[in-house]
């Protein structure tokens, strides 16, 4: 039934093998027998198409990608000083193939890099777009640096974490601690994780793992019973969330309440990390009872 309706859907509007975005601006939505769709840019690689969409949320997802590929392609002169000497520690280079969920490679750095370059907007229009990605010319360097640093400082986290829980493997009264640190890694750098972040997200990596850094000192200074009573707190909101994220990890509906996820985490297992907006149990529960995605 949905791919019937986003098939309908795109005979109007769908377009692929677009290297440039011109003509009437994308509309928030369209009207269909089946109901609304909404339509998006979308990446095909080397070049970008429009299709429609069921879900607003995967719709702007979508979009965003477009947006950031179709910036790529309108600034391919200058990038080519960045294809050449991406600002990442030889290090990061060599462990960004390793540390994450699946392999990163420079189209998936210079995504990131428009991303950012884009600053979470989502252009409707080619005119306004095109304002976006003349104002960025001369900056693409520079954002390529500030992304670079924040991978080289992740990386560099990532491998102590991943230390720690080699140090201690076998020690099965900490499995489940081990357990939920490797979910949360899994999930944190999921395959394809820099596409998927938002610009907010991305910088917040930084936190979560200095969350688990502060959870494993205190693991080695206080009692193990503490983190386990934690545990038994996070856990049954954690769980169904995480199942969930598991038999469908591209569905970006789900995403938002992960994120919230990690701040409850946070706020429960490094008391000392800065947590970001106001979470609890409870909105938690009412935000997981009322999610829909598919």
């Given at each position: 039934m949905k791919q019937r309706f986003e098939s309908a859907a795109n005979a109007e509007i769908g377009r692929t093998g677009m290297s440039v975005w011109d003509g009437e601006p994308l509309p928030e939505s369209i009207q269909t027998p089946g109901g609304p769709a909404y339509p998006a840019l979308v990446d095909e690689g080397g070049e970008v198409g429009i299709?429609?969409?069921?879900?607003?949320?995967?719709?702007?997802?979508?979009?965003?990608?477009?947006?950031?590929?179709?910036?790529?392609?309108?600034?391919?002169?200058?990038?080519?000083?960045?294809?050449?000497?991406?600002?990442i520690s030889l290090k990061t280079s060599v462990a960004l193939?390793?540390?994450?969920?699946?392999?990163?490679?420079?189209?998936?750095?210079l995504l990131a890099v428009a991303k950012q370059l884009l600053k979470g907007e989502?252009?409707?229009?080619?005119?306004?777009?095109?304002?976006?990605?003349?104002?960025?010319?001369?900056?693409?360097?520079?954002?390529?640096?500030?992304?670079?640093?924040?991978?080289?400082?992740?990386v560099d986290e990532h491998e102590r974490i991943r230390d720690w829980l080699a140090r201690h493997r076998g020690e099965r009264h900490l499995d489940p601690v081990m357990e939920s640190i490797q979910e949360q890694l899994a999930w944190l750098f999921r395959d394809r994780f820099l596409q998927?972040?938002?610009?907010?997200?991305?910088?917040?990596?930084?936190?979560y793992m200095a969350g688990i850094r502060s959870r494993i000192k205190r693991l080695e200074s206080l009692p193990l019973a503490r983190d386990l009573e934690k545990l038994e707190r996070f856990d049954p909101l954690w769980n169904p969330w995480y199942e969930a994220w598991r038999k469908a990890p591209k569905h970006p509906e789900l995403w938002p309440h992960g994120y919230d996820l990690e701040e409850y985490r946070i706020s429960l297992f490094a008391p000392d990390v800065p947590?970001?907006?106001?979470?609890?149990?409870?909105?938690?529960?009412?935000s997981w009872a009322g999610l829909v995605f598919g």
């Open positions: 299709q429609t969409f069921q879900s607003q949320t995967l719709a702007a997802h979508q979009h965003c990608i477009g947006m950031a590929r179709l910036l790529i392609k309108a600034n391919e002169t200058e990038l080519r000083h960045v294809r050449k000497r991406f600002p193939n390793d540390c994450f969920g699946g392999r990163i490679g420079m189209d998936d750095l989502l252009f409707r229009s080619p005119v306004d777009f095109r304002r976006r990605s003349d104002a960025t010319r001369g900056h693409w360097y520079e954002a390529a640096t500030r992304l670079g640093h924040v991978l080289d400082g992740l998927d972040c938002k610009a907010v997200e991305f910088s917040n990596l930084g936190r947590v970001q907006g106001k979470i609890s149990e409870k909105r938690l529960a009412t």
